[in-house]
């Protein structure tokens, strides 16, 4: 039984169409990578999961129900969050707030308060900087928070967009080492990336894009294989 | 000597109610990145609701202890004001939004126009009076005078203003409010809906403007269709001149610049050997615009803001 | 000894309390393609802002081609012969790419209002080597077939051209590009490196912002590395990256 | 074989056009009266005066609400120099040019404190700049009286033009001109003067280094443009324009007062520029006429139209003129903020905006 099943999915934007009938599924459990070059549609795919774009066709069911007419901002209620690409922070609220507008739509706040402790258990670094603002941090620590304030939603799903962009290679090794640590938790992960070959590392399963249709997919490892993306993607 | 502390005295009366005006137009900067040009009608509108509401009172012979009488009007104009805000976002702000940044600025300018002739279709192109509702008792500090009425006014902006940025930074609206002016997008990602959140800055701005423009017709004891324009135009000052989006600067802001003016009006004829008079007074406030935006152009308070390249 | 086009010293750049740049120091010598990498937040990118006239410094001395540019003005700095790219890409959206080009020829033409309204001979025989000469760029970096379409819509592998061929207007000695592979593939990559070659090979000097290690130690003949706005090393690739300080802050186990 | 097609098509609509223009005053005026002559004379200046302000707004992408100043400065030289009121007359040729040059003097002068400023920022001090103008011609009549104060300036002379006066009606080729149709003509050849002068600019370096600086500043000094003296340039060619349209009106109407300078007056031909279509030369102008038009025959209508369906006055005419004036701005942004005419270019963006408004809603 998969948590989200996207068939025959359209998408078009400013008078071209960036997705063009795609289909794919995320298991319970599963970290799945989208791999593609720049403007294959990754980006679109994800905002459309999320409601920030409009479909133009195809259905998108999630946790058995179809999301068609969830106004935008409800669909984090649903149990979907997205880590965005440049990861989003808001940089003049601290830490703190930061996390608490991730538990925004909850009103548990006894149950709220022991999930922040867990998140600052992982990531000891948010815990000694709490009240710094978090645009301050480095960006390292600033996908923690990404990562924290998403977790903080009680996804059933997370997807994350680009999360390596534009780094430096030992931030971009962190911000692996945190993705896994949030998979450790339990958390169903969709992952959009720039960079195969870690991407794929990390992964269950992958999909390739390319220009607005899934060209490829399978496990991980036979991706990192395949003669085709080593050469168009890996950099062999 | 007198004649500085009366002036100080005056400007702060004045640069508080600028300060509750610039606190509506600094809460939108910050949200929307736009100038609501039709606050200063809002003003306006809080004004002549509540003089129109105790007018009525007084003239269907409800007899009430004159501030009685005006609480009742002011919490008239309050609601009247809030529906407006709301109205205006609605019909000039929201479907433009994300549109190119004349586009609002022109709404806004339009809507400007519509409310000032609605006013002078409803209330007249002449200056209202204040109906005598409140006595003007006149206490006597250090040889300058103060009306216990514009003491009053001074506490009241004082305890608006810091309840509003108690509101913000220590609510979850508030929150809200912070993180949508930061990234709304992110926000809305985060389970905000934004327009409710826009919708609330609007309408909690023109509360403040409701009270504010009863502020101005008692201080002033009269009220005008167009008394919103300068009033708006030196509290849009105000809230650049603290740094514009930043609620603590909007009022520093306002405080300063009363005083200024105050200073200035009360000095000018002195100062240029009575070259200029004191019909000069509306000049300082665009002069002191004019001098904070070239030395500083993030205002007092603001962050400087390096260009990102 | 090399020719040495572009020296600074003792660059300080603060904003508040924040040190973006703290004696900074460099040289880069005609010819060469150097390389500039360090964490995010390094202060990479005030650097280039630095050395476009975007940002003043605070403190320090800032030489090119024999020409003194500390703190002067971005058009003094383009005159002078230094052009960039930017990290994010920043095209004059809605004109056309063949438009775009013709702005960077600005710098190199006189024509002014005057000669605009009355379109005297000279005015005209400008115009028609500025158009020429932008078609001639577009066709240096391959994107001839999309010179009438906005800017906007063009593909992000065409926008990163047209901001090279945009800055190769300006007759630079020194270009300076800022994260250009950011976002591609290793394919577009390539295309792009042969693309630096060419330019180099064509007399201009390149300095690159690049986090692409792979690309940054196949092609810059030296590289020097920032962190919390100081530079901590300096040299030839292979030095670099062997760098026990670098590995630290920057390149992380995986590369060493 | 196109070409020619195409070049006699231009000559054909050219001529068209020339024609009409030449007509047009006394067609309207046997047919509605001179007071409808007037107001297209009005329509010219208007039109100058929107081309003027195109240059900062359409083309720089400056956003002035102070933009009367410099039709105020214009109209203030011309009178102080030529009427009764220092007993001065010099003759036109002297005082236009004067009051233009003394406008971009004032417009570099507003422009040189202003020039990190951008957007909102920028048309609120303009607009408080404008103010400031205003304030001082209202109260500089005392304690030396420069200004008049409120009263404004009378008896301004008439343009003469070889010895023939302007303000008087004049015989020709059987023909009897009256003083609005030779403001007519004058007004026509300076229009034409400044269309081409705003036209020629756009296609032009300079008119691309406006564009490059409205749409991305950063990358425009990045590209060698120096933004101070672009952006100054822009400022004082506008402002140019307003002088002398200001130093036209001055003399078309015999008198001035702070009163035809106002705030409302900056928004009117900002409001020109924005209905008609910013930064499209064509679209500018029919923005200026319409505004400058569509009020008067409002103004011609409502009230008579009033008495005639409900029997009395219900709404004061000027009243519902403004009302429907601010309905107008509204209502046209939210359902074409293109304008009614705008250039493909700019309609592109609009576009856009609004798709990436509706994909982000």
């Known amino acids: 039984m998969s948590l989200l099943q996207v068939k025959n999915l359209q998408v078009s934007y400013g008078g071209i169409q960036a997705v063009k009938g795609i289909d794919f599924s995320i298991g319970k459990g599963e970290l799945v990578t989208l791999i593609g070059a720049n403007g294959a549609g990754k980006t679109t795919t994800l905002r459309t999961l999320v409601g920030m774009v409009k479909r133009s066709g195809g259905s998108i069911e999630f946790d058995g129900k179809e999301t068609a007419g969830i106004p935008s901002h409800a669909f984090v209620r649903h149990g979907l969050a997205m880590v965005p690409e440049g990861r989003g922070i808001f940089g003049k609220l601290t830490v703190e707030e930061n996390l608490l507008m991730g538990a925004y739509v909850r009103d548990d706040k006894a149950q709220i308060l022991v999930e922040m402790e867990r998140i600052y258990q992982l990531f000891p670094r948010l815990k000694e900087r709490q009240r710094q603002l978090a645009g301050t941090l480095s960006g390292g620590e600033q996908q923690m928070v990404a990562m924290g304030r998403a977790m903080l939603s009680k996804p059933k799903l997370l997807l994350l967009d680009e999360p390596s962009m534009g780094l430096a290679p030992i931030i971009v090794q962190k911000i692996f080492e945190i993705i896994q640590m949030v998979a450790a938790e339990g958390v169903t992960m969709l992952l959009v990336e720039q960079n195969a070959r870690l991407a794929l590392e990390v992964s269950q399963r992958g999909y390739v894009m390319e220009s607005g249709r899934i060209t490829m997919e399978g496990e991980a490892k036979t991706l990192l294989d395949d003669e085709r993306v080593r050469n168009a993607y890996l950099g062999d | ?129 204040f109906p005598p509702v409140l006595d003007h008792d006149v206490v006597t500090i250090f040889g300058a005078s103060i009306t216990t009425l514009q003491i009053f006014i001074i506490v009241m902006c004082f305890a608006i203003m810091v309840g509003l940025l108690v509101m913000v930074e220590r609510t979850r609206l508030g929150r809200a409010m912070r993180a949508t002016s930061q990234n709304p997008s992110v926000a809305g990602l985060m389970g905000v809906n934004v327009n409710t959140i826009i919708s609330a800055t609007f309408v909690i701005g023109s509360a403040l403007g409701a009270i504010a423009g009863v502020m101005v017709a008692t201080n002033y004891d009269q009220a005008h269709y167009y008394m919103g324009f300068m009033i708006g135009l030196k509290a849009f000052t105000a809230a650049v001149l603290g740094g514009i989006g930043n609620l603590g600067g909007a009022v520093a802001g306002g405080i300063l610049l009363g005083i200024i003016e105050s200073l200035g009006a009360g000095y000018i004829g002195s100062l240029t050997g009575g070259f ?34 | 000894m090399a020719d040495v086009l572009l020296q600074i010293e003792g660059i300080h750049k603060r904003f508040g309390g924040l040190h973006a740049l703290n004696s900074v120091g460099l040289t880069i010598n005609k010819g060469e393609i150097y390389g500039l990498i360090g964490p995010n937040g ?198 670099v990256r062997k760098d026990p300080k670098v590995i630290e802050a920057y390149l992380g186990a995986a590369h060493a | 074989m196109s070409m020619t097609l195409d070049t006699n098509k231009k000559i054909g609509i050219f001529l068209v056009c020339a024609i009409i223009l030449a007509v047009l005053p006394f067609a309207v005026g046997s047919v509605l009266g001179n007071a409808w002559v007037r107001i297209i004379d009005f329509a010219l200046l ?29 109209a203030y030289a011309y009178a102080l120099l030529s009427s009764p009121h220092f007993s001065i007359h010099l003759p036109f040729y002297i005082t236009i040019p004067l009051g233009a040059l003394f406008a971009a003097f ?49 008896l301004i002379d008439p343009i003469k033009v070889g010895g023939v006066s302007l303000g008087s009606t004049i015989e020709f080729a059987g023909l009897s001109f009256r003083s609005v149709y030779l403001y007519y003509y004058l007004f026509l050849v300076l229009t034409v003067g400044v269309v081409i002068m705003a036209s020629r600019l756009q296609h032009s370096r300079i008119g691309r280094a406006w564009v490059a600086l409205r ?59 924005v209905l008609g279509g910013m930064g499209h030369i064509p679209g500018v102008i029919l923005g200026a006429v319409m505004l400058t038009i569509v009020p008067e025959v409002l103004r011609s209508v409502i009230g008579p139209l009033q008495m005639n369906t409900l029997g009395r006055m219900v709404i004061d005419p000027e009243n519902a003129r403004m009302l429907l004036f601010g309905l107008a701005l509204v209502v046209m942004m939210l359902v074409r903020p293109e304008g009614m005419w705008p250039s493909k270019r700019r309609k592109a963006e609009f576009r856009h905006a609004k798709e990436n408004a509706a994909q982000k809603g």
């Open chain 2, 1 to 129: 000597m007198d004649t500085f502390l009366q002036q100080i005295l005056n400007g702060l009366v004045l640069g508080s109610i600028y300060a509750l005006i610039a606190l509506g137009y600094t809460m939108v900067y910050g949200i929307m990145g736009l100038i609501n040009f039709a606050h200063g009608e809002v003003v306006m509108v809080g004004a002549m609701v509540t003089i129109s509401v105790i007018s009525g009172l007084t003239h269907f012979g409800v007899n009430l202890p004159g501030p009685v009488l005006l609480l009742i009007g002011v919490a008239v104009a309050i609601p009247s004001c809030m529906l407006l805000g709301f109205v205006i976002e609605r019909v000039a702000y929201r479907p433009l939004r994300g549109a190119q940044r004349l586009a609002p600025l022109i709404t806004a300018i339009g809507l400007s126009i519509v409310l000032q002739q609605l006013a002078i279709l409803i209330w007249g192109r002449n200056y209202i009076p």
């Open chain 2, 276 to 309: 200029l008079g004191s019909n000069y007074q509306d000049i300082f406030a665009f002069m002191v615009l004019i001098l904070v935006l070239i030395f500083r152009p993030s205002g007092l308070l603001g962050e400087k803001m390096a260009d990102r390249a």
């Open chain 3, 42 to 239: 390094a202060g990479k990118t005030t650097l280039f802002n630095v050395l476009t006239g975007l940002y003043q410094p605070d403190e320090g001395t800032f030489t090119f081609n024999g020409t003194n540019l500390f703190r002067a003005k971005p058009h003094k700095v383009v005159e002078t012969g230094i052009a960039r790219t930017f990290q994010n890409i920043r095209l004059f959206a809605e004109m056309s790419a063949l438009e775009n080009v013709m702005v960077g020829r600005h710098i190199r033409t006189r024509a002014g209002a005057l000669g605009a309204v009355l379109r005297d001979p000279r005015t005209r025989a400008e115009e028609q080597a500025i158009r020429e000469k932008a078609w001639e760029l577009l066709d240096y970096v391959g994107i001839t077939d999309v010179a009438e379409e906005r800017a906007r819509n063009l593909s992000y592998g065409h926008q990163r051209r047209l901001e090279i061929a945009r800055a190769l207007a300006t007759d630079p000695l020194l270009l300076a590009l800022d994260e250009p592979a950011a976002g591609m593939n290793p394919r577009e990559t390539d295309d792009l490196k042969a693309l630096m070659s060419k330019i180099r090979d064509g007399g201009v000097t390149i300095l690159l912002i690049e986090h692409d290690v792979k690309l940054m130690m196949d092609l810059c003949d030296r590289i020097a590395v920032l962190d919390y706005g100081k530079k901590i090393a300096e040299g030839v690739p292979e030095v």
């Open chain 4, 46 to 74: 208007y039109v100058m005066l929107a081309l003027g302000l195109n240059i900062v707004v359409g083309f720089a992408g400056l956003l002035d609400l102070g933009f009367i100043a410099f039709y105020a400065v214009g």
């Open chain 4, 106 to 154: 004032f417009g570099v002068l507003l422009g040189t404190p202003v020039l990190r400023l951008k957007g909102d920022y920028l048309a609120i001090v303009t607009l408080g700049f404008g103010e400031i103008i205003r304030i001082f011609m209202n109260n500089l009549n005392a304690p030396v009286n420069i200004t008049n104060g409120p009263q404004g300036i009378n």
């Open chain 4, 215 to 273: 749409e991305d500043d950063i990358a425009a000094a990045a590209m060698g443009i120096n933004i101070r003296n672009i952006k100054l340039l822009a400022f004082g060619l506008g402002a140019l324009s307003g002088g002398v349209a200001g130093g036209l009106f001055s003399s078309f109407q015999g008198f001035v007062s702070p009163e035809s300078f106002g705030l409302l007056e900056s928004i009117m031909i900002l409001a020109m520029i």
